[in-house]
Nanobody
Framework: QVQLVESGGGLVQAGGSLRLSCAVSGRTFSSYSMGWFRQAPGKEREFVGR????????FYADSVKGRFTISRDNAKNTVYLQMNSLKPEDAAVYYC?????????????????WGQGTQVTVSS
């Protein structure tokens, strides 16, 4: 079993920055690619980005490319989402998720384990 716990959400002004963390316990962290998703009220869960098992590759949704950065520290069993130049439309509950799939994985169904989510609010 794998447990994921997100932290770092909060209220930030538009144009500001926030860094989310996701601590992972259970099976070997480095066995999983890690993804970030978000869900705004009344909307479907949306892919944000993903990082490979060793952190050597990332890819992002077009809506966040150039503003968000995913990184991981396998020694600390933690994955991060650095969010810069935040916009009001970035406001959502952000979730981290783990998948054993090595290749690109942007579909939520590809992820086996999920955190409980952390709220990000962006004021205009």
């Amino acid at each position: 079993q794998v447990q994921l716990v997100e932290s770092g959400g909060g209220l930030v002004q538009a144009g500001g920055s926030l860094r989310l963390s996701c601590a992972v316990s259970g099976r070997t962290f480095s066995s999983y690619s890690m993804g970030w998703f978000r869900q705004a009220p009344g909307k479907e869960r949306e892919f944000v980005g993903r990082i490979s098992r060793r952190g050597s590759s990332t890819f992002y949704a077009d809506s966040v490319k150039g503003r968000f950065t995913i990184s991981r520290d396998n020694a600390k069993n933690t994955v991060y989402l650095q969010m810069n130049s935040l916009k009001p439309e970035d406001a959502a509950v952000y979730y981290c998720a783990a998948t054993p799939i090595a290749g690109p994985s942007a579909l939520s169904a590809q992820y086996d384990y999920w955190g409980q989510g952390t709220q990000v609010t962006v004021s205009s």
